[in-house]
């Protein structure tokens, strides 16, 4: 299996982490089997062999690479990179284009999970992937989401909330989901 998980609701995006991993069984037994890869100096030769490794006493190993989509984020205006730092970026996306061969037989025990914050849909790596994957993408709430969102997580937790303190609390808090989920 492939996710690829990304948007700046960084709580939602944990959330769906969460059921993930929920999914797959024993938590203890996942832990043992799951490797967390930054995208710090990442090759794809390292993440093949993260992926590829049999998982131990599980029926998965889970494998969450954080921030490799953001690596090939083109920049804007004052932000453009030297030609000497594109061509290294270009050469290294060259390596990541492998990344769709490598899901395709990638071993059925392995769960493949990228997180990324904010991520443009005209990512090259992700237009490559996407296909591949099953995606979803955490936007900020907007304010009638955030009010809806409250009130679900207040019922979830088996209470209620009028409409006064809900808008109260999106006043004080705003849209935080970590703080706001503190405070309910």
């Known amino acids: 299996m492939f996710y690829i998980l990304y948007g700046k609701d960084d709580f939602s995006l944990q959330q769906a982490l969460e059921e993930i991993k929920n999914e797959l ?3 203890e037994m996942l832990a043992v089997n799951t490797s967390t890869l930054d995208d710090q100096q990442l090759n794809l030769s390292q993440l093949k062999d993260a992926c590829s490794t049999v998982p131990f006493l599980c029926s998965h190993r889970l ?13 804007s205006g004052s932000e453009r990179r030297s030609t000497r730092s594109k061509l290294k970026l270009d050469s290294a996306l060259k390596e990541w284009m492998e990344l769709p061969k490598y899901v395709k037989q990638m071993p059925p025990t392995t769960v493949l999970v990228l997180i990324d914050g904010g991520v443009k849909a005209s990512n090259r790596l992700l237009k ?9 993408v955490f936007a900020p709430l ?4 955030l009010d809806e969102w409250i009130q679900e997580r207040v019922k979830q937790g088996g209470g209620t909330i009028s409409s006064e303190a809900v808008k ?11 703080v706001m989920s503190g405070e309910i």
């Open 142 to 145: 907007s304010y009638r989401d």
């Open 168 to 178: 109260l609390l999106i006043g004080l808090v705003g849209a935080d989901l970590w």
């Open 128 to 136: 490559s992937v996407s296909s591949l994957a099953k995606v979803k």
């Open 25 to 27: 069984g024993d938590q």
């Open 63 to 75: 494998v969450i690479v954080k921030d490799l989509l953001g690596r090939f984020e083109t920049k």
